[in-house]
């Protein structure tokens, strides 16, 4: 599935079979079933859960209960997004998580290495499967890059 099959979906009665929790919850909360939605994120317990709990209390205007869980999810409480830009964040997240990875555009940005920098040599080495040992990591009995 991925963000215009999601979308379409919301012209159904019932949530597409085989949807992960996340994207069944958002589901919900876009056509109206807050209480519903809520108990699916309340009953997970991971990062992206807390995510989408905290978007449900920013929807129903509890803010501070959506930063603790903003808190509890290690992300900001998002000042600069509509509600509408917050669900459709937490739409991509939570399609990631099924398995069909499409970067949205507020992800596309994210990060800049500069060619040359301590952390563009480090992801070479990732991508390079760590081959030859930094400064004698074996000798020392440190686990290098990408073993």
């Known amino acids: 599935m991925n963000y215009d099959d999601f979308i379409e979906s ?3 009665d019932k949530p597409p079979a085989g949807l992960n929790p996340w994207l069944t919850a958002l589901w919900h909360a876009r056509k109206g079933d807050w209480d519903r939605a809520h108990r699916i994120v309340q009953e997970l317990p991971d990062r992206k859960a807390a995510r989408i709990h905290a978007y449900l209390h920013r929807v129903e205007g509890d803010h501070w209960n959506s930063r603790y869980w903003h808190e509890r999810a290690g ?3 998002p000042e600069h997004l509509s509600l509408e ?7 991509h997240l939570a399609l990631e998580s099924q398995g069909h990875v499409r970067c949205p555009p507020w992800r596309a ?4 290495v500069v060619p040359g920098s301590r952390e563009a040599t480090r992801d ?3 991508a390079e499967g760590a081959k030859g040992d930094p400064k004698g990591a074996s000798e020392r009995g440190v686990q290098s890059y990408g073993r």
Not at 85 to 91: D, P
Not at 109 to 112: M, N, Q
């Open 85 to 91: 830009e917050e669900w459709e964040q937490l739409v």
């Open 10 to 12: 919301l012209s159904s």
């Open 124 to 126: 070479t080495r990732r």
């Open 75 to 77: 992300t900001r409480f």
């Open 109 to 112: 940005k994210r990060r800049r």
